[in-house]
Structure formats: structure tokens, C-alpha cells
């Protein structure tokens, strides 16, 4: 690769990261192409928790002085309507970072939500299955069918 090819490149990858700032990039773990989902069957399977659930409150973390934004981090609070896996608690704190990771809620939404556990922190991950309702109810189904594969 000559030295202007490889220049071309480099600002056409800044470019393409620039633009994609406001939403994660989920790249497939085996090509590294950006528009990776998590397989459903796999975030079932992986997933310690999976609920419906209406967002109460947003806590936001000021973990690091340096931080541009302040907030390095959100506790969002959400109230568990529905249970499809695992033994979550009626009201669970999700860690939400401040990154273009970010899985996306607000006060007062429904979502279903893929939760998994790192350490003391509930997470959900951006580039899985979680979704918010009503569009996440077409997913249900499926999720079902998964569980019971998994029987």
C-alpha cells in the first residue's frame, strides 16, 4: 500500500467514526465490519436477565473530574413489567455509560431489555437485541421459542 493510499484510507475511517459518534459501532467480532447485532440465540443464551420494563428515573455519575461531558456515566432505573428469563428484582439499576456504547432510553419509555451482569452492574449492550416497546414485542415471540430450545 503506497503512502497516499494508506493517508486516503486513514481519513476516510476518521471520517466514517466521526459520523457515527452519536450511535454505537458494533463490529462483527470475526470481520470487524460495522452493522453487527448480537445473534438472538446468543444473547438469550448469554443474557442474565430479560425483561420488559418502563424507565423511572436517570442518575447521572460524575466518576471522573476530567470527564469533558461530567458525566462518565448514568444509573437508569427501570421497574421490571414483565419477566421472560432470570429472577431480576421488580426495580433494577442499569449502568448506562456515556459513550457512543450507549444503549438509549428515557423517563417513561418501555423497552425489552437483554440485561447482563459485570460485577455489582447491571448492563445492557447496544449492539444486542434490546429494544424498545411497542417495536420490541415482535421480538417476543422469538425469544420464547429460544427459551424452550434451551429447556
Not at 436477565?49 to 461531558?69: A, C, M, N, Q
Not at 433494577?92 to 425489552?112: D, F, K
Amino acid at each position: 500500500m503506497n503512502l497516499k493510499t494508506l493517508i486516503a484510507s486513514l481519513v476516510l475511517l476518521g471520517q466514517a467514526f466521526l459520523a457515527c459518534t452519536a450511535s454505537a459501532v458494533c463490529l462483527d467480532p470475526t470481520t470487524f465490519v460495522s452493522g453487527y447485532r448480537v445473534p438472538l440465540a446468543s444473547e438469550v443464551r448469554a443474557a442474565s436477565g430479560i425483561v420488559i420494563g418502563r424507565v423511572l428515573s436517570e442518575k447521572g455519575l460524575r466518576e471522573d473530574p476530567t470527564d469533558p461531558d461530567g458525566y462518565t456515566a448514568y444509573h437508569v432505573t427501570v421497574r421490571v413489567i414483565s419477566r421472560l428469563k432470570g429472577n431480576l428484582p421488580n426495580v433494577i439499576v442499569i449502568r448506562n455509560e456515556n459513550t457512543s456504547a450507549r444503549y438509549p432510553m428515557s423517563i417513561g419509555e418501555e423497552h425489552l431489555l437483554f440485561v447482563s451482569k459485570d460485577a455489582q452492574e447491571l448492563w445492557v449492550n447496544s449492539c444486542g437485541n434490546s429494544s424498545a416497546m411497542p417495536e420490541g414485542r415482535q421480538l417476543v415471540k422469538q425469544i420464547r421459542v429460544e427459551l424452550q430450545r434451551l429447556k
